[in-house]
Nanobody, 121 residues
Framework: QVQLVESGGGLVQAGGSLRLSCAASGSIVSISAMGWYRQAPGKQRELVAIITSGGSTNYRASVKGRFTISRDNAKNTVYLQMNSLKPEDTAVYYC???????????????WGQGTQVTVSS
């Protein structure tokens, strides 16, 4: 069984920074794309940033230049460095990854449990 465990959320003032981490564990053969999504109260879950196994990245427009996604393939971990945080960044942030386990022949999509990020004005 594969698990994604996030850490690093919290409360920060506007203009501050936070770094989220998400570690995948279990019997993993390989991980392709890894990403971060967020969901604010009363809103749909939205993609924040995504990174391929080769390191290519893509960001939603509102976080470009402020957030940086990275990954450590040896540790099966993805990070999200969030700088210049704004109150509108407040949401539950979820890790997502396409993982192939040792007993599988294809990739399965997994979600983490989510971590709260609150930005005060």
């Amino acid at each position: 069984q594969v698990q994604l465990v996030e850490s690093g959320g919290g409360l920060v003032q506007a203009g501050g920074s936070l770094r989220l981490s998400c570690a995948a564990s279990g019997s993993i053969v390989s991980i392709s794309a890894m990403g971060w999504y967020r969901q604010a109260p009363g809103k749909q879950r939205e993609l924040v940033a995504i990174i391929t196994s080769g390191g290519s990245t893509n960001y939603r427009a509102s976080v470009k230049g402020r957030f940086t996604i990275s990954r450590d393939n040896a540790k099966n971990t993805v990070y999200l460095q969030m700088n210049s945080l704004k109150p509108e960044d407040t949401a539950v942030y979820y890790c997502n990854a396409d993982v192939r386990g040792v007993t599988a022949y294809r990739y399965t999509n997994y979600w983490g449990q989510g971590t709260q990020v609150t930005v005060s004005s």
